[in-house]
Nanobody, 121 residues
């Protein structure tokens, strides 16, 4: 069984910074892409950023230049450094990973439980 555990959310003032972490654990052969999604109150979940095993990244337009996604393959961990935070960034941030577990013949999408980020104005 593969699990993703997130940490690093919290309350911050506008203009501040937070760093989210997400660690994958379990019987994993390989982790392909990893990413962060967010869901604000009353809105649909949206992609924030993704990173491949080789380090290629994609960002949604609203966070480009402010957020940086990175990963440590040796630790099966993905990070999201969030700078210049805005009240519009307030949401539950969830980690996602596409993994190949030992117990499965195919890749699986795994989700973390989510961590709340609140940006006050």
């Amino acid at each position: 069984q593969v699990q993703l555990v997130e940490s690093g959310g919290g309350l911050v003032q506008a203009g501040g910074s937070l760093r989210l972490s997400c660690a994958a654990s379990g019987s994993i052969i390989k982790i392909n892409s990893m990413g962060w999604y967010r869901q604000a109150p009353g809105k649909q979940r949206e992609l924030v950023a993704t990173i491949t095993s080789g380090g290629a990244t994609i960002y949604t337009n609203s966070v480009k230049g402010r957020f940086t996604i990175s990963r440590d393959n040796a630790k099966n961990t993905v990070y999201l450094q969030m700078n210049s935070l805005e009240p519009e960034d307030t949401a539950v941030y969830s980690c996602n990973a596409n993994v190949l577990p030992y117990a499965s013949p195919r890749n699986l999408e795994v989700w973390g439980q989510g961590t709340l980020v609140t940006v006050s104005s």
